[in-house]
């Protein structure tokens, strides 16, 4: 049996859905993408997946954050601990004397700490059975916890991943006689990343006869990889004749309910291994009327300088500079030749 293209028939292909599923698009509301590049959905019927979910925390959650709560939960731990002691009276610690200090929680503390870590207790020693079971099950668990706490500094060392900053808001700014949106990325790691690739989906709402339906459509970028990501990359989708966007103002970018999926992938130099980062912006993060701000810096020995710093800063245009769709929108490329015109509807007119 001879198998036919959708095209060759005469009818639509069906748009891509990026692995969400028809019936799920439709029923979400909202992005489907964070600005982080967390996916915005949650799974029951699964567990409560407690290790798991504090697993992924410890492995993704900034330096200071990760540092502060594992010092938190070790002085948690050895505080009960010293609370423990404390209730058996005064008695369940011997040789408190040498150690000169006062309070009765202090010294406790102290003698927790010395178990906990296995580097000994000195003068103190612990009396009665009841306070060395609690000396047996301290000195089990935490050389557990510590090792565990190892096995998470490494892992978050030796995890290869993207530090990639987007810029908070994408521009609609003139492009090659029209427009473009655009966006920018800097990679932030002291480590090169080669062959980066950028892919941009965008997810809207269409008209369909009567009913509005979700669909996704793959933008076409003007230069969809680089070879070498060792400054900034501004990635500009043209928005031409054929492009989904054509003849889109703002106030129709929002009744769509629009948003743009980006993913970003590239080869990390310095373990030779994959990495990815993602993010969205909604109609609501897309800037009309501006143009990004030159990143580049002089620099008297001649090397190519930028400052991340300025990767947000934008230039307002006059009013109406792409906030009125492009004539080259319309017609094509014989439009940049004519003289400017009034604004266009959209190219097809059932989009919304």
């Known amino acids: ?74 002085l948690l731990v050895n505080g009960v601990f010293a609370l423990a002691y404390m209730s058996l009276g005064p008695a369940s610690l011997a040789g408190v004397e040498a150690l000169q200090l006062p309070d009765a929680f202090t010294r406790a503390f102290a003698f927790s700490v010395g178990v906990f870590s296995t580097v000994g207790t000195g003068p103190l020693h612990a009396v009665g059975s009841t306070a060395n079971w609690l000396v047996t099950i301290e000195s089990l668990l935490g050389p557990m916890l510590l090792l565990g706490a190892g096995g998470f500094l490494i892992a978050r060392l030796s995890r290869p991943r993207a530090s990639i900053r987007f810029t908070h808001s994408a521009v609609v700014a003139p492009y090659q006689g029209g427009r473009g949106l655009m966006f920018r990325l800097i990679n932030v790691r002291p480590s090169e990343l080669i062959d980066v690739e950028a892919r941009v989906s965008l997810a809207w709402y269409e008209l369909e006869g009567a009913k509005r339906k979700r669909r996704f459509h793959p933008l076409k970028l003007d230069r969809r990889s680089v070879e070498f990501f060792t400054l900034h990359w501004t990635v500009v989708h043209p928005i031409t004749a054929d492009s989904p966007l054509a003849g889109v103002t703002r106030e129709q970018l929002r009744e769509a309910e629009a948003e743009f999926l980006v993913s970003i992938a590239g080869l990390e130099e310095a373990f030779s ?80």
């Open 1 to 74: 049996m001879d198998s036919m293209d959708p095209e060759s028939q005469g009818q639509r292909p069906e748009p891509e859905d990026l692995g969400f599923g028809r019936v799920l698009a439709e029923q979400v509301r909202g992005r489907f993408l964070n600005k982080d590049g967390t996916p915005n959905s949650r799974k029951y019927g699964v567990g409560s997946q407690v290790w798991q979910r504090l697993q992924l925390r410890a492995l993704y959650a900034s330096w200071t954050a990760f540092v502060a709560w594992l010092f938190g939960l070790l």
């Open 273 to 352: 291994t994959r990495v990815h980062a993602r993010t969205s912006y909604t109609a609501d993060e897309v800037r009309w009327d501006a143009k990004f701000a030159d990143m580049f810096m002089s620099s008297p020995d001649g090397i190519m300088t930028v400052d991340a710093e300025r990767l947000d800063r934008f230039d307002r245009l006059p009013e109406g500079t792409t906030a009125t769709p492009a004539a080259l929108e319309r017609y094509g490329a014989q439009a940049a030749e004519q003289a400017a015109l009034p604004g266009f509807p959209l190219a097809d007119p059932h989009r919304f």
